[in-house]
């Protein structure tokens, strides 16, 4: 028989690295890890790690061999800087490696008769305001507005919630009998910042690298203008929108695609609450006018109505709360 697990690929990223210490301490089922890299040595002995790509089907061939897959939890991509390096690398790996999880957990779902979950972190990224003054005219976007992406990344990310979409409402519609279908959700998610982790290769990464380029004492420029403003939110609340949307009853789940919000805030403001705690810190602007422009075509912020309503989604951290209770203290540890 194969062993009933929960598969989180992209495990040793950001999202990856808060979400696999929660499922540890609190999931039933044995968690597999998919990495590029090798687990952490805090983990190691704690999950099945398996170190390869997303885009290798001969390694998911191998994993349906010896295990059962229960949900998924896909967050392995190319952020959105990094993605215009090389937006043929990005469509590879957040395109066509969704492409083929989504294959499998069908495949799968078919053969258990039981659909498998298939929680996905989508972006404010998928979002693309034309222009400063229509950001500001809509500050509050939601789920079906504004989807013009003007990102490889944000544009990966779209068109996979409509194939999530697909394989779970229209797979096989042609069939006289239609298979059981897997169960996708995804989540937009606002800038995420992690008092243990930096991010990297994204564009709302200014806020985190502010944040712990002043603990660690060190100068930083900001690399967008101080009226920037986005959403963000604290890390443990990404991990709790993503477990809370898995363990939602079906018949709570309206829709396939939930915005999820905590607080916006301009760069300015960012940088004094920053300071705030670090008075010391030294936190200049050099703009880079072409992550500037991506950070003007996302809004300012989510409605998250739906999410409130369909499956009881709140934020615990907002702004005050996520800096004095959950980032200062950590972050100050980690670098003492
Ligand atoms: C990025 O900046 O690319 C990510 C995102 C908004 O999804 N943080």
């Known amino acids: 028989m194969r062993k009933k697990v929960i598969l989180i690929t992209g495990a040793c990223g950001e999202i990856g690295h808060a979400l696999v210490d929660y499922l540890i301490e609190n999931s039933d089922l044995p968690v597999v890890t998919l990495d590029l890299q090798d687990a952490s040595p805090e983990i190691v002995d704690k ?10 089907k001969s390694l998911f061939d191998r994993l349906i061999s010896e295990y059962e897959i229960d949900i998924i939890y896909h967050l392995a991509a190319l952020l959105s800087t990094s993605a215009e390096f090389n937006p043929v690398a990005a469509h590879n790996v957040n395109v066509e490696g969704t492409l083929m999880l989504l294959e ?6 078919e053969f258990r008769g039981k659909p498998v979950k298939f929680i996905f972190p989508s972006s404010i990224a998928a979002y693309g305001m034309p222009d400063l003054e229509t950001k500001t005219q809509f500050p509050n976007v939601k789920e079906w507005e504004w989807n013009y ?43 995420l910042i992690s008092a243990f982790t930096l991010p990297s290769g994204g564009t ?3 806020g985190p ?5 002043a603990a660690k004492g060190e100068t930083y420029n900001c690399f967008v203008r101080e009226d920037s403003a986005i959403p963000f939110m604290a890390m443990p609340d990404a991990v709790k929108s993503l477990t809370l949307l898995a363990e939602a009853p079906d018949e709570k789940i309206k829709k396939r695609v939930y915005n999820i919000s905590a607080f916006s805030l301009l760069a300015s403001e960012f940088r004094e609450e ?15 006018p072409q992550r500037q422009k991506i950070i003007d075509s996302w809004p300012i912020g989510c409605d998250d109505t ?20 959950y980032l200062v203290p950590n972050i100050k540890k980690r670098y003492e």
């Open 274 to 288: 920053v300071l705030k705690y670090f008075p010391e810190a030294k936190i200049g602007y050099q703009i880079h």
């Open 104 to 109: 499998m957990a069908a495949s799968q779902t």
């Open 47 to 56: 999950v099945i790690h398996v170190k390869g790509s997303v885009t290798d």
């Open 149 to 191: 992406p003007t990102t490889m990344y944000g544009a990966n990310k779209l068109y996979c919630e409509m194939l999530g979409i697909y394989f779970s409402d229209h797979f096989k519609q042609l069939a006289e009998i239609r298979p059981v279908t897997l169960d996708f959700r995804a989540i937009r998610f606002p800038g």
């Open 209 to 213: 690298e502010m944040l712990h380029a």
């Open 306 to 325: 739906a999410a409130q309503e369909d499956w009881g989604w709140s934020a615990d951290y907002g702004l005050e709360r996520c800096f004095e209770e």
């Open 204 to 206: 709302t990464d200014y």
